[in-house]
């Protein structure tokens, strides 16, 4: 059964730094494209970045320039590099993987088999 784990998350204040880290465990596949999402309380989760198995990144406007997506060489592991934090990243972050073939945008909640819990982000003014 394959698990995703995201790790990373706490408090800091605007302008600040932090790098979440997303772990694909429980299957000897290698080789998943991932993503970042992010979701407040009664709000649809919002994607933030996205990589896939060719190394193409690729980001929406609001985070584009701050944040930044990383994979390791197995591709089983994902780094939200995430700078210059605003008041209104505050969210639940969470990881996700496809094992299918990537061939769509990686926008979209849909595109991924597996999801980590999330790790939470509170950003202070």
């Known amino acids: 059964q394959v698990h995703v784990l995201e790790s990373g998350g706490g408090s800091v204040q605007s302008g600040e730094s932090l790098k979440l880290t997303c772990v694909v465990s429980?299957?000897?596949?290698?080789?998943?494209?991932m993503g970042w999402f992010r979701q407040i309380p009664g709000e649809k989760r919002e994607w933030v970045a996205a990589?896939?198995?060719?190394?193409?990144?690729t980001y929406p406007d609001s985070v584009k320039g701050r944040f930044t997506i990383s994979q390791d060489n197995a591709k089983i592991t994902s780094w939200l590099q995430m700078n210059s934090l605003k008041p209104e990243d505050t969210a639940m972050y969470y990881c996700?993987?496809?094992?299918?073939?990537?061939?769509?945008?990686?926008?979209?909640?849909?595109?991924?088999?597996?999801w980590g819990q999330g790790t939470q982000v509170t950003v202070s003014p």
């Open positions: 996700s993987a496809t094992g299918a073939t990537c061939t769509g945008s990686l926008y979209y909640e849909w595109e991924y088999d597996y």
């Open positions: 429980g299957s000897s596949k290698r080789g998943y494209c």
């Open positions: 990589i896939d198995t060719d190394g193409r990144k």
